[in-house]
């Protein structure tokens, strides 16, 4: 626990504020951002004895007066005052990291990280504990910060925290039980510089553990395979010759859990997911009838392959939470054909020609975001029509134009949404509601 400290709340947000929170009665805490704070922000930190300071980057703020810098994971490692606090040798922590000091004792902690599936599989498996009547906890990157759910938290309680890359980053006590890794590909290289660098910020999800902990790994993914193979978990495999699906269905050990025709969520993605959150259910409870009802009825998870709705015959697809390509190129392998593909958004040195395995179903493609240019060059290269449209609504104005019965617009941008959005929910609710705007 952090007492008697001076201490630099770098970004606010939702985990800046609830680690703020939690510092001030014991502690001098300073919290900075670029963004200035509304009047009900700015009440709530004077009341607790905070002191804001808005500013571009906080590094004139910064001195060797501070023990700590408490960091916002979407703040970049090469950040002025990210560097500064590097030189004056200040530790640089996270919120999930401060919050991991102030947990009770026999708590356990389910971890989930990977490039893709994180929320889908946060949520199914939380769902899933609590069906069981397991005392579980939701919260992490899944929009909960760990601070501010803390008094939440029992003796006994189960954590299922969806953790970041971005939270990882500033690891270093942070320890969990159980950790889960999807998946791993190429995404947030403007983060980390490489995707090296990358996966070994991914690998920290293992960090401190023993064999008596426990790692959840897929077999096919081979970057997965790779940078575990000298963790000291107990390793268990989805995707191999025991928990696996097939055109039958999906089993676990060897035994059929549940029809794949019955699963309400489809594509291979979600089916790993699905194997990932079983394989660490089994360890709590398992009551077969509660999990066949649950996947015959579980919808998924808002902006990612959300159904929107039906319009004039045309189908909308909302899959805002595709940052990535090999995102997009998931939700691509779901669709039939006659797709047209919103793409774009923030540049990230995003590499498009990885949708090319699918890119044939993609009947017209809509550029938009700071990346719209070069989403344009590589539409030129499949020989797909594209529309330059810089933002999503001219986007949306041109497909009411273009889209015909027995189509479907697919907003998976393969893109962060930072450029225009605060948030990829942001990009998807706009979206949603310009299809109720202009497909009527």
């Not at 983060?191 to 401190?208: A, D, L, P, Q, T």
């Amino acid at each position: 626990m952090l007492e008697n400290k001076k201490i630099l709340v770098l970004g606010l947000a939702k985990s800046g504020l609830a680690v703020s929170k939690l510092l001030a009665s014991k502690n001098e805490v300073i919290a900075t951002d670029q963004k200035e704070q509304s009047l009900d922000t700015l009440k709530k930190l004077e009341d607790l004895h905070i002191k804001f300071i808005q500013s571009e980057t906080g590094e004139e703020i910064l001195d060797n007066s501070f023990d700590v810098v408490v960091k916002n994971p979407g703040i970049e490692p090469h950040q002025p005052c990210v560097k500064k606090a590097l030189n004056l040798n200040i530790p640089i922590v996270n919120e999930m990291e401060v919050a991991y000091h102030y947990l009770p004792e026999c708590v356990k902690i389910i971890g989930i990280t990977g490039s893709n599936g994180k929320t889908t599989t946060t949520t199914m498996l939380y769902d899933l504990l609590t069906l069981h009547h397991i005392p579980a906890i939701l919260g992490g990157n899944i929009g909960y910060p760990l601070c501010d759910i803390l008094d939440k938290i029992k003796k006994n309680s189960v954590l299922v925290l969806e953790i970041s890359d971005h939270q990882l980053y500033n690891f270093k006590d942070f320890k969990t039980d159980y950790s889960i890794l999807t998946n791993l590909c190429p995404t947030h290289l403007d983060f980390h510089g490489s995707y090296e660098n990358y996966i070994n910020v991914k690998k920290k999800i293992f960090n401190h553990h023993t064999n008596i902990d426990k790692a959840y790994l897929n077999k096919q993914n081979a970057d997965s395979l790779k940078i575990t193979k000298d963790i000291k978990s107990t390793k268990y495999y989805f995707n191999d010759e025991k928990n696996y699906y097939n055109d039958e269905g999906l089993f676990i050990d060897g035994n059929l859990v549940i029809k794949l025709s019955d699963i309400k969520i489809k594509g291979d993605h979600n089916y790993e997911n699905i194997l990932a959150a079983l394989l660490v259910l089994k360890e709590f409870a398992w009551d077969l009838n509660i999990i066949q009802n649950y996947l015959k009825n579980f919808n998924g998870v808002e902006h990612r392959l959300e159904v929107v709705d039906s319009k004039s015959g045309i189908l909308f697809f909302n899959d805002s939470k595709a940052t990535n390509p090999t995102s997009t190129l998931i939700a691509l392998k779901t669709m039939n054909g006659k797709v047209n593909l919103i793409l774009g958004g923030k540049e990230r040195s995003q590499d498009f020609n990885e949708l090319n395995p699918e890119i044939r179903k993609v009947i017209r493609i809509y550029a938009i975001g700071e990346v719209r240019e070069r989403v344009r060059v590589y539409a030129q290269s499949q020989n797909i029509p594209c529309r330059v449209c810089e933002t999503l609504e001219k986007a949306m104005v041109e497909i009411q134009k273009d889209a015909s019965e027995c189509e479907t617009v697919l907003l998976s941008p393969a893109s962060a949404s930072w450029d225009q959005y605060d948030k990829f929910e942001t990009r998807g609710e706009e979206f949603k509601k310009l299809v109720e705007k202009l497909f009527n």
